[in-house]
């Protein structure tokens, strides 16, 4: 049984001082909610504070993104190691916005991807395809390639332990979901894969969150599909209310 993993994403909203009130408040909000796993993922300038207000909580906190290497000469990054003594426990990785708009390609998603695994945290590893991809009926050959590329040489046993993340690019932000099936569709052929290229019982364990346009309105339809094990949210995370009704639409 997999317990269903509600994510934010905050993407480049909240300052460290609002980011602590937002997790002062969900903290006091999610007291008797069970049965669902919470992580946040704010701005890098903000783990720190998000890591102090939630100690003692459920609530695990994220990075959004790593450079690779331990350190270096590499002017405005951060490294796996960093987030993680800043509080981290989570990295998302390859997530479209950082594919489209900062050149990410399936091989520095491997290379963050492991950095993540080697720091001791959980990659949250994004896949989806784009919507000339899905009009050209390339999704699954697209999802078979970003998941071969991106986490070529992971073992069976760091397969169980991380966390997918199917957000189509066209329903990011757009206001426009995949419907249950189609989501339901595209989980069910990643688990396939993960069975086939990692074993039964590895993928068995592997969380796939599905993400794009996901709202308290609309999580319970998506959550009822068998290979959905959560959500990856944006826009609708960055108020705690709306993430809380998320949260409880997902809890099992
Ligand atoms: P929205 O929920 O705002 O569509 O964003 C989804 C997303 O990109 C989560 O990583």
């Given at each position: 049984m997999r317990t269903p993993l509600i994510a934010g994403n905050f993407k480049m909203f909240k300052t460290a001082a609002e980011t602590a009130a937002y997790v002062v408040e969900l903290r006091g909000l999610l007291r008797d909610v069970n049965g669902v796993e919470v992580v946040i993922a704010p701005p890098s300038t903000s783990i720190q504070a998000a890591a102090v207000a939630a100690e003692g909580s459920p609530i695990g906190v994220g990075a959004q993104n790593i450079h690779w290497e331990r350190e270096g000469a590499f002017t405005g990054e951060v490294s796996a190691g960093m987030v993680r003594a800043a509080g981290a426990r989570f990295v998302i990785v390859g997530h479209s916005e950082r594919r489209t708009l900062f050149g990410e390609t399936n091989d520095t998603v491997n290379k963050k991807m492991n950095a993540v695994i080697a720091a001791g945290m959980t990659p949250i590893v994004c896949i989806g395809e784009t919507?000339?991809?899905?009009?050209?009926?390339?999704t699954l050959a697209v999802l078979d390639r970003q998941i071969t590329e991106g986490l070529d040489g992971v073992t069976g046993e760091q397969l169980a332990a991380m966390v997918l993340a199917y957000e189509p690019v066209w329903a990011i932000g757009t206001g426009r979901n995949a419907t249950p099936a189609q989501a339901g569709e595209a989980h069910f052929h990643i688990r396939q894969r993960l069975k086939q290229w990692f074993g039964l019982e590895s993928a068995e364990h592997c969380r796939i969150?599905?993400?794009g346009?996901?709202?308290?309105?609309?999580?319970?339809k998506l959550i009822t599909q068998p290979d959905v094990d959560?959500?990856?949210?944006?826009g609708a995370s960055l108020d705690p209310k709306s993430f809380l009704a998320i949260i409880r639409g997902a809890a099992i």
């Open positions: 919507l000339e991809q899905r009009d050209r009926n390339e969150l599905y993400g346009s996901v709202k308290p309105d609309n999580i319970a959560g959500a990856l949210v944006g």
